[in-house]
């Protein structure tokens, strides 16, 4: 059994709504084997995994337990996840989908899995233990700590976007123009001069003294002699820090001798270079944390202890102590490990102790002088003690420093005083807090500040979003697209859209290539600049990746006909693609629409699972579709009379008359009329207004700068040139179609098509053109896509045989060859479709040719014009040279 391929479906997908990690399996060997007839392997799983018992006992294949295994150690390392799926595509093609939580502790459980089930089937040993404290240390380094996760899940229980940035906490909470950023308690409307004032503790100082909020008394010294002169000055006990820092990195508390006023500078020179000493203040270590102008919460803080047993040393106890699964690195716990490094032995030798002191039992003694959570301390929620004047006093420190989000470190005796009344003081203001002691303190009532933080970012009505429509289809895909993209335009929105040519911003193309996957749909909506977005969304991207957003405001379908990409990836059958096509349907908000094309009955099939209203459209008013979904008042877009209506119930209105619409040449072209529905449909269903969408309708033209390779029509000497990128059944058919609705004597054709496709698929199109055209050009395909050499041309001329209309076939190799012969077997009256695989290849030639030839024709006038200065013997300048050679 092996995994042929893994893949991480970060968005909806066909199998779920949220992300998956989706793996072809081989059984090999145990193909055909039934999970029921190995009870005692399934016992030994059992045993090792003792939360997948039930479904275990249930699983029908070896391939099926390897998901339930996956499944089950991330749920056992601290990444709790539900759903696994295991579907036979062939007996040798089993797909596995399980969740995850984080990706890459995921892939490895999977990998994992799929080990463990093998030991299970020989009987042999596993890991399981070592395997999990692994994938455990793993899940804490990669996932969000406590602080950021606290903001994020605030943002989600809002129904607000979020997309994680990098590895660390950079995550980005809404879309586009309506976003915001966080990193931990920094938000993107944190002040990069008040974080600066607040790593600066001696100018913070200075700013709290003249707004009187109390602190310590202290200067900056230059070496640890200075540092012992200091404290003498002040009076011990004092505290030894670094001036710019935070998370009390280098701090040293309550020192009274030389050497631990010298050995604590020295440990916080190792955390910056300018050092501060400082009065100690007797009391308790509070937090206080203040977000906008509001004391959220307060915590009193604890140094890190261990208490004895009167069997274990102290290293033993610290060793013992973090196995707790409350502790962790790097933030991701509710505690952190405790650390007996060298300013912990300090500490201990302080106290008379050691390391290898077995304490009796019951004596607790600290091994920190701070009580810092980053270095193992505890936490005591009070913030339902703190005094108002208190409050009033860290609100004041915090709109001095001009932060949004700070904690203020407070020492005092009694959090519910006035700080004056105890000699309490404020000794430091932190622009980054850490919230993992207010949203888990080791005792007391939890806080939701990370709640609070995202009401400073997003008012109550904000949802951080930005309207988006995907769009889907067989054919018409792009040329929709791009007329959604253009009627918003019209409204006054900055419009990012994806499709096949690239990405675009308000008009311009900021990214080449085919863009119509989940990747490029990310890159917009992470871009400030957009106010609203359409999507193309291709089947390659939905079963790659998923989707590259969590939801759209509108699903546009426009067909599932005789398409390409059939026998790829598992589709074989349209049911199929109609099913990875209809995810898009299945994520509309549930205020959003389908747009759904009622004449096209896989496409509407999908309207069942619509999670929002639907919006049929079709080129006939008495579509019996439409009808009944009227008589439900439901909404509707259909061609009458020669225009475009919209109806509701029984309420309709004309849109727009297709005579003005350019792209339909008064509605003769039938595939143009079906994207115009579909735009204008969509458009509606966005809340634009009619006047806005007739003009949007009638001002775009699908020339080769607006629309490239999408129904292009050019002229020369009389004859019509069509350039569309069409490359399937169903397009072929639509094309022949629109020849037919306009003038010409003979059809000509340059066709190819990729390698990848079907036998029949390659054959169908063969027979199709040969019904269709008068003379056609084949050639090889730029990419032959595992084919060999002349298989293609050779498959297209079997399929051309018998063509009812064909007369002559030519062969040829490149496309730009095929182009230029056809293009000089051109007589007026003709049609020539040029169906272009290298687009922007084609179009860049074709104004090229055009000009050259107007040249050549213009060569014999200027030869005559030119023959006295011949006679003289001057030279006239060279025809220009064939663009082919």
């Given at each position: 059994m092996e995994f042929r391929n893994v893949r991480v479906l970060r968005?909806?997908?066909?199998?779920?709504?949220?992300?998956?990690?989706?793996?072809?399996?081989?059984?090999?060997?145990?193909?055909?084997?039934?999970?029921?007839?190995?009870?005692?392997?399934?016992?030994?799983?059992?045993?090792?995994?003792?939360?997948?018992?039930?479904?275990?006992?249930?699983?029908?294949?070896?391939?099926?337990?390897?998901?339930?295994?996956?499944?089950?150690?991330?749920?056992?390392?601290?990444?709790?996840?539900?759903?696994?799926?295991?579907?036979?595509?062939?007996?040798?093609?089993?797909?596995?989908?399980?969740?995850?939580?984080?990706?890459?502790?995921?892939?490895?459980?999977?990998?994992?899995?799929?080990?463990?089930?093998?030991?299970?089937?020989?009987?042999?040993?596993?890991?399981?233990?070592?395997?999990?404290?692994?994938?455990?240390?793993?899940?804490?380094?990669?996932?969000?700590?406590?602080?950021?996760?606290?903001?994020?899940q605030a943002a989600i229980d809002r129904g607000i976007p979020v997309r994680r940035m990098n590895e660390d906490s950079l995550v980005q909470i809404g879309h586009s123009?309506?976003?915001?950023?966080?990193?931990?308690?920094?938000?993107?409307?944190?002040?990069?001069?008040?974080?600066?004032?607040?790593q600066d503790k001696e100018l913070t100082k200075e700013l709290l003294r003249a707004v009187g909020v109390p602190v310590p008394w202290g200067r900056q010294v230059c070496d640890a002699n200075d540092a012992w002169e200091a404290a003498q000055e002040i009076g011990v006990p004092v505290v030894v820090k670094p001036q710019f820092g935070n998370q009390g990195r280098g701090v040293a508390v309550n020192l009274i001798t030389r050497e631990q006023v010298m050995a604590a500078f020295d440990a916080a020179q190792q955390e910056g270079k300018c050092i501060m000493v400082e009065k100690f203040a007797p009391g308790q270590d509070h937090r206080v944390l203040v977000v906008g102008d509001k004391v959220i919460a307060a915590a009193r803080r604890e140094p890190p202890k261990v208490t004895g047993d009167g069997v274990h040393t102290i290293a033993q106890l610290v060793e013992i102590e973090n196995r707790n699964?409350?502790?962790?690195?790097?933030?991701?716990?509710?505690?952190?490990?405790?650390?007996?490094?060298?300013?912990?032995?300090?500490?201990?030798?302080?106290?008379?102790?050691?390391?290898?002191?077995?304490?009796?039992?019951?004596?607790?003694?600290?091994?920190r002088a701070n009580?810092?959570?980053?270095?193992?301390?505890?936490?005591?929620?009070?913030?339902?003690?703190?005094?108002?004047?208190?409050?009033?006093?860290?609100?004041?420190?915090?709109?001095?420093?001009?932060?949004?989000?700070?904690?203020?470190?407070?020492?005092?005796?009694?959090?519910?005083?006035?700080?004056?009344?105890?000699?309490?003081?404020?000794?430091?203001?932190?622009?980054?807090?850490?919230?993992?002691?207010?949203?888990?303190?080791?005792?007391?009532?939890?806080?939701?500040?990370?709640?609070?933080?995202?009401?400073?970012?997003?008012?109550?009505?904000?949802?951080?979003?930005?309207?988006?429509?995907a769009v889907t289809g067989v054919n018409g895909k792009t040329t929709t697209t791009r007329l959604i993209s253009h009627i918003v335009g019209k409204s006054g929105k900055k419009v990012g859209m994806t499709c096949?040519?690239?990405?675009?911003?308000?008009?311009?193309?900021?990214?080449?290539?085919?863009?119509?996957?989940?990747?490029?749909?990310?890159?917009?909506?992470?871009?400030?600049?957009?106010?609203?977005?359409?999507?193309?969304?291709?089947?390659?991207?939905?079963?790659r990746e998923g989707l590259g957003f969590d939801r759209c405001d509108v699903a546009v379908v426009t067909n599932i006909g005789e398409g390409d990409h059939l026998g790829q990836n598992g589709i074989e059958t349209l049911d199929q693609l109609a099913?990875?096509?209809?995810?898009?349907?299945?994520?509309?908000?549930?205020?959003?629409?389908?747009?759904?094309?009622?004449?096209?009955?896989?496409?509407?099939?999908?309207?069942?699972?619509?999670?929002?209203?639907?919006?049929?459209?079709?080129?006939?008013?008495?579509?019996?579709?439409?009808?009944?979904?009227?008589?439900?008042?439901?909404?509707?877009?259909?061609?009458?009379?020669?225009?475009?209506?919209?109806?509701?119930?029984?309420?309709?209105?004309?849109?727009?008359?297709?005579?003005?619409?350019?792209?339909?040449?008064?509605?003769?072209?039938?595939?143009?009329?079906?994207?115009?529905?579909?735009?204008?449909?969509?458009?509606?269903?966005?809340?634009?207004?009619?006047?806005?969408?007739?003009?949007?309708?009638?001002?775009?033209?699908?020339?080769?700068?607006?629309?490239?390779?999408?129904?292009?029509?050019?002229?020369?000497?009389?004859?019509?040139?069509?350039?569309?990128?069409?490359?399937n059944v169903s397009a072929l058919n639509a094309m022949i179609d629109a020849i037919g609705k306009l003038p010409h004597e003979r059809r000509l054709c340059v066709y190819t098509t990729a390698g990848d496709r079907r036998d029949e698929d390659i054959l169908r199109q063969a027979e199709l053109i040969g019904h269709g055209f008068d003379e056609v050009m084949i050639y090889e395909d730029s990419c032959s896509r595992g084919r060999g050499e002349g298989e293609v041309v050779r498959l297209m001329r079997q399929g051309l045989t018998g063509g009812k209309r064909l007369q002559k076939i030519r062969e040829t190799r490149g496309e730009l060859n095929a182009v230029e012969t056809m293009l000089r077997q051109l007589q007026p009256g003709d049609i020539l479709f040029l169906q272009a695989d290298q687009v922007e290849l084609v179009l860049d030639f074709l104004p090229k040719f055009f000009a050259s030839e107007e040249q050549r024709a213009a060569e014999p006038a200027i030869g005559q014009m030119m023959a006295a200065p011949v006679r003289n013997g001057h030279v006239p300048a060279p025809s220009a040279l064939r663009l082919s050679e």
């Open positions: 968005g909806p997908n066909i199998w779920a709504r949220f992300p998956v990690l989706e793996a072809s399996v081989d059984p090999g060997v145990w193909r055909g084997v039934n999970a029921t007839q190995l009870p005692l392997v399934v016992d030994r799983l059992s045993a090792w995994l003792p939360g997948g018992r039930e479904s275990l006992a249930s699983a029908v294949s070896l391939v099926e337990v390897v998901g339930i295994a996956a499944r089950e150690l991330q749920t056992m390392c601290g990444s709790p996840v539900t759903f696994c799926k295991t579907t036979m595509y062939s007996p040798s093609d089993y797909r596995v989908v399980v969740q995850y939580r984080e990706e890459k502790v995921g892939l490895e459980a999977f990998e994992k899995a799929l080990e463990l089930v093998r030991a299970a089937v020989n009987g042999q040993p596993f890991p399981l233990e070592e395997t999990i404290e692994a994938l455990r240390d793993k899940d804490q380094r990669l996932r969000l700590g406590p602080s950021t996760n606290s903001v994020v123009s309506k976003q915001r950023r966080i990193c931990a308690a920094e938000t993107s409307r944190t002040s990069a001069i008040a974080e600066s004032i607040a699964p409350l502790r962790g690195e790097e933030h991701a716990t509710a505690l952190s490990k405790l650390r007996l490094d060298d300013i912990g032995l300090a500490v201990l030798a302080e106290q008379k102790l050691t390391a290898e002191t077995i304490l009796p039992a019951g004596k607790t003694v600290a091994i009580a810092n959570l980053s270095t193992g301390g505890s936490a005591t929620d009070v913030t339902d003690e703190v005094h108002p004047d208190v409050a009033s006093r860290m609100v004041d420190a915090v709109r001095m420093i001009g932060l949004d989000v700070a904690g203020i470190d407070v020492v005092c005796t009694d959090i519910s005083r006035p700080l004056e009344e105890q000699h309490g003081v404020v000794v430091e203001i932190n622009a980054v807090p850490g919230l993992r002691m207010h949203l888990q303190p080791s005792f007391g009532k939890g806080r939701n500040v990370g709640e609070a933080i995202m009401a400073t970012l997003f008012a109550p009505h904000e949802t951080g979003r930005i309207p988006i429509v096949t040519d690239g990405i675009y911003v308000g008009g311009r193309r900021i990214s080449t290539g085919d863009c119509a996957g989940p990747q490029s749909a990310r890159a917009v909506l992470s871009n400030p600049l957009v106010d609203a977005a359409v999507f193309e969304t291709a089947r390659g991207g939905i079963l099913r990875v096509k209809r995810v898009i349907v299945e994520n509309v908000a549930p205020h959003g629409m389908g747009v759904l094309n009622a004449d096209d009955p896989y496409t509407a099939d999908m309207a069942a699972h619509c999670t929002g209203k639907v919006v049929f459209y079709s080129r006939h008013a008495d579509n019996a579709l439409v009808a009944s979904h009227r008589a439900a008042g439901g909404r509707a877009v259909y061609v009458q009379n020669g225009a475009l209506y919209a109806a509701e119930g029984g309420w309709e209105a004309k849109i727009a008359s297709l005579s003005a619409i350019p792209m339909t040449l008064d509605g003769r072209i039938g595939f143009q009329v079906e994207n115009a529905l579909a735009a204008a449909s969509a458009a509606w269903a966005l809340g634009i207004a009619f006047e806005t969408i007739r003009t949007g309708l009638e001002t775009f033209v699908v020339d080769s700068k607006v629309a490239p390779g999408r129904f292009n029509i050019m002229s020369f000497r009389g004859a019509t040139i069509l350039v569309d990128y069409g490359h």
